[in-house]
């Protein structure tokens, strides 16, 4: 019995060999995939189910990811479900101000671990802040460690608007951090 043929006259491959595809994809970016949407706003409450989507739109599309590629598909379908998580977040604001899914570190004491739990916070306050274009290389490149070369070929941009984008991100990033810390010192200082 003959396989189908796909758009291009070729036979699909498999579907036990998309599916074993499909199962790589998962156990080796998943990881990736959730960090993303957290440094680009999903929440943490939502992160898992943001990232379940991206998965989803892959399986829906496995046969349209070019072999060599599904980092790079999984990086942009991340960057818009985020994107629409974002949206959906703000018009519920159901913000408690407390984030009860932050992951616990195994630190040695509770004070420590509140520490880390406040910076996470900031650097998650200051990166939703940041125009998402500037956010996205930003925690590509200095979180996620990533090159420029890697990042540009993930967004479907230019080497060079890599760079711009994250020279940019770099200052606006700088500058949201001075701004927090002058309005923690300000509001700290007591006037008799």
Known sequence: MARPLNGMGEADPPRESLE????????????????????????????DDAAQQVFLVAAQRIRDIAVGSERSFLCSTALHVGSRFRRSHARKREDLGVDLDAHVDQAPSQEEQLDRQRARSALDQILAEMPLELRAVFVLYEIEQLTSVEIAELISVPVGTVAS????????????????EARRNFGGQHHV
């Open 20 to 47: 074993l595809r499909l199962s790589c994809m998962v156990t080796g970016q998943f990881a990736f995939v959730w960090r993303l949407l957290r440094r680009m706003g999903v929440p943490a409450s939502d992160a």
């Open 165 to 180: 984008r994250l020279r940019r991100a770099r200052d606006d990033f700088r500058a949201r951090v001075s701004r927090a």
